[in-house]
């Protein structure tokens, strides 16, 4: 009988600590390898994504216009800037954290009023009443500073005791009537780079009377801020319609002409700046917003939040 045949295998050992090391970097580098595959591949969607929250596109709800910035609004080869031209205000820094642009409505009345928005030093957007003792003189005055100018178009509004005041549209008026009010106004504020809405509750959201505004916007060259005093507004797709630049304001700054209040917007205007990278807020000429952004431009500057002219964020990128 033969004896049992011994067993000379050898148990299995553990795996080492090295054989466990080395396996564990093999998936983490082949995590890493898919993981940078997936993110490639989604990039363009990314893009298109970011892209909604710029001016120009999606909620930020800007019309993108024809791709280019206004002839009078593009800076001329070579000199020093003339009145309106971008090069003239500060241009935000590539660290800005985000970009506010500030509108003073309702200029127009007095050189004096300007006098405050001025002393800020800052790239700061005017908007001239037509019609008024200077308006004109207002509006060269700023331009001549390096700020943006607008024509402060007056629109109908939905309550019939508020007055219009001169060059104002209304919605009775035919399309040539606006046609030739609007083109009246911008005459009455030379060098002005865009249009924006003064009261208008009831002209803005009526259609026609719409494009009838914003084909002379278009037939200048010009760009539409739309005030949003009211949520029937139909003034951004009106513009998309017709290839007008345009877009609309975020935060009113002065409803109330009290400083405590006023400090309370610009709060609001410098969080919506931090949330989504721009913001713009309107303001009064003749009220006391300029003295009060005055103390908060400090805060600006921590918050690297630059102030740039409203068509910055109609034209950017």
Same mark, same amino acid.
């Given at each position: 009988m033969l004896p049992a045949r011994r067993d000379t295998r050898r148990p299995a050992r553990p795996p080492s600590a090295v054989t466990l090391w080395r396996a564990g970097w093999v998936i983490v580098?082949?995590?890493?390898?898919?993981?940078?595959?997936?993110? &490639?591949?989604?990039?363009?969607?990314? #893009?298109?994504?970011?892209?909604?929250?710029?001016?120009?596109?999606?909620?930020?709800?800007?019309t993108p216009?024809?791709?280019?910035?206004?002839?009078?609004?593009?800076?001329?080869?070579?000199?020093?800037?003339?009145?309106?031209?971008?090069?003239?205000? &500060?241009?935000?820094?590539?660290?800005?954290?985000?970009?506010?642009?500030?509108?003073?409505?309702?200029?127009?009345?007095n050189l004096e009023q300007l006098e405050p928005i001025l002393a800020l030093g800052r790239s700061v957007t005017v908007a001239v009443l037509p019609g008024l003792p200077a308006s004109r003189a207002?509006?060269?005055?700023?331009?001549?500073a390096g700020l943006e100018v607008l024509l402060h178009l007056p629109l109908e509004?939905?309550?019939?005791?508020?007055?219009?005041g001169p060059g104002g549209v209304t919605t009775a008026m035919t399309d040539e009537e606006i046609t030739a009010v609007v083109r009246a106004g911008l005459a009455d504020v030379p060098g002005a780079v865009g249009i924006n809405g003064h009261m208008g509750s009831k002209a803005t959201a009526d259609r026609r009377v719409m494009a009838a505004?914003?084909?002379?916007v278009r037939e200048r060259g010009l760009f539409f801020v739309d005030s949003r005093t009211t949520t029937r507004t139909v003034a951004l797709p009106v513009a998309r319609d017709l290839g007008v630049p345009?877009?609309?304001? &975020?935060?009113?700054?002065?409803?109330?002409?009290?400083?405590?209040?006023?400090?309370?917007?610009?709060?609001?205007?410098?969080?919506?700046?931090?949330?989504?990278?721009?913001?713009?807020?309107?303001? #009064?000429?003749?009220?006391? &917003?300029?003295?009060?952004?005055?103390?908060?431009?400090?805060?600006?500057?921590r918050a690297g939040i630059v102030l740039v002219p409203v068509s910055a964020l109609i034209h950017s990128r």
């Amino acid at each position: 009988m033969l004896p049992a045949r011994r067993d000379t295998r050898r148990p299995a050992r553990p795996p080492s600590a090295v054989t466990l090391w080395r396996a564990g970097w093999v998936i983490v580098m082949l995590v890493g390898i898919g993981a940078g595959l997936w993110w &490639t591949a989604r990039q363009p969607q990314a #893009h298109e994504r970011s892209q909604a929250s710029r001016p120009g596109q999606g909620v930020v709800r800007v019309t993108p216009g024809v791709g280019r910035p206004p002839a009078s609004v593009l800076p001329k080869s070579g000199g020093r800037p003339t009145p309106g031209d971008p090069r003239a205000v &500060t241009k935000p820094e590539p660290s800005s954290v985000g970009r506010v642009a500030i509108i003073f409505d309702d200029a127009g009345a007095n050189l004096e009023q300007l006098e405050p928005i001025l002393a800020l030093g800052r790239s700061v957007t005017v908007a001239v009443l037509p019609g008024l003792p200077a308006s004109r003189a207002v509006s060269e005055r700023a331009a001549a500073a390096g700020l943006e100018v607008l024509l402060h178009l007056p629109l109908e509004a939905e309550e019939t005791d508020r007055r219009l005041g001169p060059g104002g549209v209304t919605t009775a008026m035919t399309d040539e009537e606006i046609t030739a009010v609007v083109r009246a106004g911008l005459a009455d504020v030379p060098g002005a780079v865009g249009i924006n809405g003064h009261m208008g509750s009831k002209a803005t959201a009526d259609r026609r009377v719409m494009a009838a505004v914003l084909a002379v916007v278009r037939e200048r060259g010009l760009f539409f801020v739309d005030s949003r005093t009211t949520t029937r507004t139909v003034a951004l797709p009106v513009a998309r319609d017709l290839g007008v630049p345009a877009v609309e304001r &975020t935060v009113f700054l002065d409803n109330e002409d009290d400083p405590a209040y006023i400090g309370g917007q610009i709060q609001q205007l410098l969080q919506a700046a931090r949330t989504r990278g721009w913001a713009i807020g309107i303001g #009064h000429a003749q009220r006391m &917003t300029a003295e009060v952004l005055r103390q908060f431009l400090p805060e600006f500057d921590r918050a690297g939040i630059v102030l740039v002219p409203v068509s910055a964020l109609i034209h950017s990128r």
